[in-house]
């Protein structure tokens, strides 16, 4: 584990002991209408990210809550390390500027002076948010950085994260499915509403510097994902890379070495992986339910029709 691992990892865990003791009415806040975790975020974090300077180098990973943003993250910085512009050296300052600076692996955690440290930061800068368009700093979309974004099928990800909800303890559990499905289809749940997220997000489906992908087609073809990422970022590898970092990063094999790399967090973030899990907890009323509201917010845009909602949320 490198050592800023460790320290984000040491972070999290002083968290979770911070979540057990906040009743949990006391667990979420609100910024411009979105819920956002008290323990790891607060509204001076946020009002002071509007300061943060965008790079035209810096790469940016979006995605609502349990869409696959680890999985994307964790790929993403293997296909940059085997990238041949980049050397070793180079590998080593960046783990320990980060380690030196307390920065966080979201955009949207830590304390309200994180902005101003990561000026400090070496590039290339690999950013993580669960932020919806309107919510980031107006430099990223002035600058040259580019995004990808991971989205995922809605019943999938509103499966994801229930089970995620109920074993975070920075976040305050459900007492059924039903109660948090609910809550899900209202956008009551910490980062807001899913389907307003993906709304705002199909306004840039032709961004130049904007690329989607979904969870789905990457986990039909990982080596296939990887080359139009690779492309996208502008990343040189060798053929024999691609097999090697798919093989690194299987979901198996990155919930095998999760104790390791994610402490605690390993067996919330990592739990199946697969597609197609919701056909076990939607009732039928459910399933009709998400049906005409995907179809209110997304039929007939651009991003509903690469999501393939009719393979995959279709029993």
């Not at 974090?45 to 696959?68: C, H, N, Q, S």
């Not at 059924?176 to 956008?187: I, V």
Request: net charge neutral.
């Amino acid at each position: 584990m490198s050592r800023n691992r460790e320290r984000i990892v040491k972070i999290m865990e002083d968290c979770f002991s911070q979540g057990e003791k906040i009743p949990a009415e006391g667990m979420l806040f609100s910024y411009r209408g979105i819920l956002y975790p008290a323990t790891i975020s607060s509204p001076e974090t946020l009002e002071a990210m509007k300061t943060f300077e965008a790079r035209d180098d810096d790469v940016i990973l979006a995605g609502y809550p349990k869409t696959g943003t680890n999985w994307l993250d964790q790929i993403v910085r293997e296909l940059e390390s085997a990238d041949v512009k980049c050397t070793e050296e180079e590998m080593k300052e960046r783990i320990n500027a980060e380690k030196k600076l307390e920065t966080f692996p979201r955009l949207e955690f830590g304390d309200p002076g994180i902005y101003e440290r990561m000026k400090k930061l070496p590039s290339r800068r690999i950013i993580q948010t669960h932020l919806p368009p309107h919510l980031l700093p107006l430099s990223i979309f002035q600058s040259k950085a580019k995004i990808l974004l991971l989205v995922r099928n809605p019943k999938d990800t509103a499966v994801s994260f229930y089970h995620f909800y109920n074993n975070m303890p920075v976040l305050p559990s459900f007492t059924s499915w039903d109660e948090y499905f609910t809550a899900f289809m209202n956008g009551k749940v910490a980062w807001g509403s899913y389907f307003d997220h993906l709304m705002e997000w199909n306004k840039y489906t032709d961004h130049e510097r904007i690329m989607i992908m979904t969870y789905e087609e990457l986990k039909e073809d990982q080596i296939l994902g990887m080359k139009r990422i690779a492309a996208f970022f502008g990343f040189s590898l060798l053929e024999e890379d691609f097999h090697r970092i798919a093989k690194n990063t299987s979901f198996q094999a990155m919930k095998e070495k999760s104790k390791e790399t994610h402490g605690k967090m390993g067996d919330i973030l990592f739990r199946k992986g697969v597609v197609g899990n919701w056909k076990d907890v939607f009732s039928k009323a459910q399933n009709e339910e998400m049906d005409r509201k995907f179809q209110e917010c997304l039929g007939g845009t651009k991003l509903g029709a690469m999501m393939k909602y009719e393979v995959y949320c279709k029993a």
